[in-house]
């Protein structure tokens, strides 16, 4: 069974316990109305940190009122980020996200490990996307972009936290494809060898909770028919809830498709931290960011 | 000629071609299927191919018959030996009798070694053979041309530079005067730690140095800012490339393969492909492949033989 149309990561959010969460540094490119949408949709409680003066303006000139919004004056980004981090690992928040500042300052203060938020596991980058064309079919797709050429043993790793994740969304066995250009195994190209690796894990209970099949090439990891004239037998072919990526030109790529080329909303989060890092691009829309807080709300709790 | 901007527009323009220069002929290795001898048809009926049929004729009739085409409009090549097959049909276009070779439901190794034969094949010198997929995407206002995401799988520097040419080729045969090149990487900045962040930015300075030639390359760029103007802007990139991508190079086929597979199945698109490089275009599709698909290949291999005989 496949998981299709976002929404319901609004709906499940506003059903539970209500999150509060630490926005550094969230200045502009839709951070501020998403925010307000969350609060208007009562989400979670937001706490902005950063330059109050500067957040006063931009509300005003985006017309948003900061009724019900928190704000903690820090005048650098520097510190706003820090603060905010430091409010998640205190436990005056419940997640992080990210406004108009650099990610790697935003990751360098989460790995800090004096008050930082490390876990001790793999942090990785999930995107659920929807899918007009197929019906707003969801995808997610892993790792965006924090791991740039993971081994096998990381590639464990990102699965682990985006089934950890699926399974807080209400998916109790995500069906998870291993992409390669072919559905093959071919010697000389390594992701297909990692993942038959990968499925051979699953099959032996190394890798929990969901089921791990590969290699395919995307068209018969989101396409029965796909899969039915290529004769591949597996539940996961056709089926796909995760497409895990070899790498970060695929998934950037396979991505940017999604976003820029068929124009779809989606939801972000960073995994694997001790709570989750909503992480949007300056480019993602306001729903995006909107269903990313819903997202990581919910993968908070 | 004006740009083709659309894949109708291609289909009217081999039109134009098959009006004016009288129709290419097309070679096809192993025609023994209905969806593809339709496709054929199509393209006789709209007066830009003539085919020959390689084959064994008994198959070829039985799907011709199932297809409702009459074979009277057809040269038939009774062959029953596969390998044999694609040697027939590629040393018709190698002797200059066909002019474009096509794969029909003979095995791919089967077909390839045949173009790649040195005395019937299709070689010229030591350029790279690759593959371009070609794109239309509900939103945009020109055709993606994006390679290789199929025949070369983790190309070095110099079979980048000839698959960037070969690709710059077809462009140009869909009258894109100057075609506008992204090399794309996963961000738009040279990092030591990403190699084809490093081949972009060698295959920009050939660019520049004339090493590459009829094109403009810029890259390292994320696809976002090959795309989008806007996005391009955003990231403060100053490049005639950003934002108007004709032609994007994929660093491998493991990124292009996904990439093209995304766009395929996640968008309201049209696609179909050729291989290029060889001394006449070659048409390889696959069974899962559309008619119109074919009909659209066959289409593209007409444009490119036109352009390359100018």
Redesign the interface.
């Known amino acids: 069974m496949t998981i299709h149309n976002l929404d319901f990561l609004m709906d499940l959010c506003a059903s539970g316990r209500k999150m509060t969460i630490a926005v550094a540094c969230p200045y502009g490119d839709d951070a501020l109305a998403a925010v307000c949408a969350a609060r208007d949709r009562n989400l979670v409680n937001s706490v902005l940190v950063g330059d109050a003066e500067k957040i006063r303006v931009l509300a005003e000139k985006d017309g948003l009122s900061l009724d019900g919004i928190e704000i903690v004056d820090e005048k650098t980004d520097y510190l706003a980020v820090e603060k905010s981090v430091k409010m998640v690992s205190g436990g005056d928040a419940d997640l992080l996200m990210k406004g108009l500042v650099k990610t790697a300052t935003l990751l360098k203060s989460v790995l800090n490990k004096e008050w930082g938020l490390r876990a001790g596991s793999l942090l990785s980058h999930l995107f659920l ?1 929807e ?1 007009t ?2 019906g707003g079919r969801i995808f997610g797709l892993t790792d965006g ?1 924090m791991n ?1 050429y993971p081994d096998l043993q990381t590639k464990v790793g990102i699965i682990e936290n985006a089934v950890e994740c699926y399974h807080k969304i209400g998916v109790a066995c995500p069906m998870i494809a291993a ?4 559905e093959v195994v071919n010697p ?2 390594a ?1 297909t060898l990692d993942a038959a690796a990968l499925a051979k894990m699953s099959d032996r209970g190394q890798i929990k909770g969901c089921v791990v099949d590969g290699p395919f ?3 018969n990891a ?2 029965e028919e ?1 899969a039915k ?1 290529k004769g591949i037998r597996s539940p996961v072919a056709g089926n796909a809830d995760i497409l895990l ?10 991505g ?9 909303r989606g939801a972000g989060v960073v995994l694997g931290a001790r709570k989750p890092i909503v992480l949007t691009s ?2 993602d829309s306001m729903e995006t960011k909107l269903l990313s807080i819903a997202l990581g709300a919910v993968v908070a709790r | 000629m004006e740009q083709i901007r659309t894949l109708s527009a291609l289909l009217e323009y081999a039109k134009k071609i098959g009006k004016e220069q009288g129709p290419k002929t097309v070679s096809v290795a192993m025609a023994e299927d209905a969806g593809l001898i339709s496709a054929l048809e199509e393209a006789r009926a709209a007066g830009f191919a003539n085919s020959i049929l390689v084959g064994n004729g008994a198959k070829i009739k039985a799907a011709a018959e199932q297809a409702g085409v009459d074979l009277a409009n057809y040269k038939v090549i009774d062959e029953s030996n596969e390998g044999q097959m694609g040697m027939k049909s590629v040393a018709l276009v190698s002797s200059g009798e066909a002019d474009i070779y096509m794969k029909g439901q003979i095995h791919t190794n089967n077909f390839l070694r045949a173009m790649l034969n040195k005395e019937v094949g299709l070689r010229s010198g030591k350029n790279t053979i690759s593959h371009c997929y070609f794109h239309t995407v509900e939103g945009f206002d020109h055709v993606f041309f994006i390679a290789d995401a199929a025949f070369n799988m983790y190309p070095d520097l110099a079979a980048k530079a000839d698959i960037l040419q070969n690709t710059v080729n077809l462009a140009r045969a869909f009258g894109v005067v100057e075609p506008k090149v992204a090399v794309l990487a996963a961000v738009e900045v040279v990092n030591p730690d990403m190699p084809c962040t490093l081949d972009a930015a060698a295959l920009t300075q050939m660019n520049r140095r004339g090493q590459i030639k009829n094109c403009i390359v810029d890259g390292p760029f994320a696809l976002d800012n090959a795309v989008s103007e806007e996005s391009a802007k955003t990231k403060g990139i100053v490049s005639p490339v950003a934002g108007h991508a004709d032609v994007m190079i994929v660093p491998n086929i493991d990124a292009g393969n996904m990439m093209v597979k995304a766009l395929v199945y996640f968008s309201k698109n049209e696609t179909a492909g050729l291989i290029l490089g060889a001394t006449a275009p070659v048409v390889l599709t696959s069974r899962a492949d559309s008619p119109r698909a074919k009909l659209l290949s066959v289409a593209a291999a007409v444009a490119l033989s036109a352009f390359q005989k100018k």
């Open positions: 996307q899918i064309v197929m972009g740039m992409l390669a250009a072919v000389d190209m992701c090439a995307l068209d989101v396409s796909a004239t990526v070899p790498n970060i030109e695929c998934g950037n790529l396979v940017k498709v999604m976003t820029y080329l068929a124009k779809e300056r480019f």
